[in-house]
């Protein structure tokens, strides 16, 4: 099964600030690779899939990229409503287990 | 767009069954794989498995033994039972809706189960 590993764990900004959040995979997982953004009380929101491509709603100051092992979530600009916990997902071939990073905490200086 | 409402007891007795439903809004549940998803307090995400109207399930290997999901078109609901229960699935439990294989793109709001005596 494929573990991801995100880091790091807290990331604290102020506004404006560029935050870049990294995601590691134990073993390539193409390009089902997904970022979700989930704020405090509330459902996970799809933010980033096949690595790079916003899902519908999404912010231009959102990008995804990487390949392989190594991905990346970039926020270009933060804003204050960007106080949020992320999570990158993906699924592996076989099996075929969708499996979540750990998360890494975004707070707003 | 599609909405969907996880319903349940909040409160559950360990080493019984827990048993969630999840209501879709349109008539789309035919399309779809369904899926639970969980979160323990303060902790990440967990996928427990999905289910088509077809009978087509996968469930996260970990849970494997104690999952049984189904869908049931007529009602437009989504079912999860979760045997044998302890504290450790306490857990905020989301419906989610799978598409392009993977990705979650629509979610429920969740709902809190506790296990508890």
């Known amino acids: 099964e494929i573990v991801l590993t995100q880091s790091p764990a807290i990331l604290s900004l102020s506004p404006g600030e560029r935050a870049t959040l990294s995601c590691r995979a134990s073993q390539s997982v193409g390009t089902f690779l997904a970022w979700y953004q989930q704020k405090n009380g509330q459902a996970p929101r799809l933010l980033i899939y096949d690595v790079s491509k916003r899902a519908t709603g999404i912010p231009d100051r959102f990008s995804g990229s990487g390949s392989g092992t190594n991905f990346t979530l970039t926020i270009s600009s933060l804003e204050p409503e960007d106080i949020a916990v992320y999570y990158c997902?993906?699924?592996?071939?076989?099996?075929?287990?969708?499996?979540f990073g750990g998360g890494t905490k975004l707070e707003i200086k | 767009q599609v909405q969907l409402q996880e319903s349940g007891p909040g409160l559950v007795k360990p080493s019984e069954t827990l048993s969630l439903t999840c209501s879709v809004s349109?008539?789309?549940?035919?399309?779809?794989?369904w899926n639970w998803i969980r979160q323990s307090p303060g902790k990440g995400l967990e996928w427990i498995g999905y289910?088509?109207?077809?009978?087509?399930?996968n469930y996260n290997p970990s849970l494997k033994s104690r999952v049984t999901m189904s869908v049931e078109t007529s009602k437009k609901q989504i079912s999860l039972k979760l045997s044998s229960v302890t504290a450790a699935d306490t857990a905020i439990y989301y419906c989610?809706?799978?598409?392009?294989?993977?990705?979650?793109?629509?979610w429920g709001q969740g709902t809190l189960v506790t296990v508890s005596s």
């Open positions: 349109d008539d789309s549940i035919n399309a779809y794989h």
């Open positions: 289910a088509h109207y077809s009978g087509s399930t």
């Open positions: 997902q993906q699924r592996g071939n076989w099996p075929p287990v969708l499996t």
């Open positions: 989610a809706r799978l598409i392009g294989q993977y990705r979650f793109d629509v």
